[in-house]
């Protein structure tokens, strides 16, 4: 069968990296994408408003601008000579990651998934099928991502979403493979597909059309935990999250904003509650809960004077007071959260999917009882 009836018969998939001023990490990376061999991807770079040369490099490198508009919603077929189409999309100013993925994607409705991947990020050649195989498996299923290792230490897990995402009961985030900052080494441990809580953005493949219904990316986040309140979201409408292992990614980490920086943490903790208060049921065990989550907050100010991080304790004090001068605003999108349920709920049955939902404290696991692994949980 000819290779382009192949690739009508294929999901169409845009391949979507936001940049901001990383142009050298797209001159590293970008290499391995275009040798993407899944046969109906677009590539398309939404670039952040960078100030750097961005634009200019990718131009060098044969991209096309692309502007969705009503006479040309979607991009045209390119040559033949080229393994994979590349466009990229310019927007006027650094929107931050979320929004600027929602301005980007806003203009690609025409693909049947995204895959929302960052610029630190080396791919292998046949790792968008896996993915695509895994959720056509089911309409149920709306998100994936690949297991993510870290490129400088390649055997071992990344931080930011390693081998899928999993939520306690106090909404800290862990992975299997990572819990805080205890990284695992990849010994196949996890290399079965699992549906999990959230699926890390370094790289996310989503149903286009679930994008759009489930609002997409909250703007307000800016950056950091904005995938988490997202799948949350998925899953409170009785969507699946999964972890795809045969998909393989090696990511940079922390190529905006180094770990230790204090408005990383700002962003963490401030992000934290807001994803908490969006998400949770009402009532008063959603108050009981944020309550302790601010006490627990106060304890990580106490681990970071310990260790003399003195921007790290004003980040926990700027976000908790930007949380309570905000809350209004975020308390309100629990009705708008609700009216999207209605209408987008997997066979319109709104219902909470708990996989990879914890019901213990993994501070309490980790820190008091020792547990560094994700195979010491008893789950």
Known sequence: MPASKVAAQQPLVAIAILNYNGADYLERFLPSVLQTTYPNAQLFVIDNGSTDDSIDR????????FMATADQPFPPAQSADRKIPRYYIDLPENYGFAEGYNRGLAQLQHADYYVLLNSDVEVSPDWVEPLIHCLEKSPQRAAAQPKILMEAQRNLFEYAGAAGGWMDHWGYPFCRGRIFSELEEDQGQYDQTQEVFWASGAALCVRSQLYHQFGGL??????????????????????????????????????????????????????????????????PKLFLLLYWRLLLDGLAAIRFLKDGKWGSIAAIVKAHWHFFFAFPKHWKKR???KERLAAYAYQKTPRFNTAGYLRKSIVWLHFAKKVKTFKELEL
């Open 58 to 65: 990718l131009k060098k490198w044969g991209f096309e601008r």
């Open 218 to 283: 909250d703007a307000d986040f800016f950056a950091h935990m904005e995938e988490i309140d997202f799948c949350w979201r998925l899953k409170k409408g009785n969507y699946q999250i999964y972890v795809c292992p045969k998909s393989k990614v090696w990511h940079v980490g922390g190529g905006t904003l180094p770990p230790d920086n204090p408005r990383k943490d700002y962003l963490n903790f401030r992000n934290s509650l807001v994803c908490l208060l969006k998400n949770l049921e009402g009532g």
């Open 335 to 337: 009705a708008e959260i």
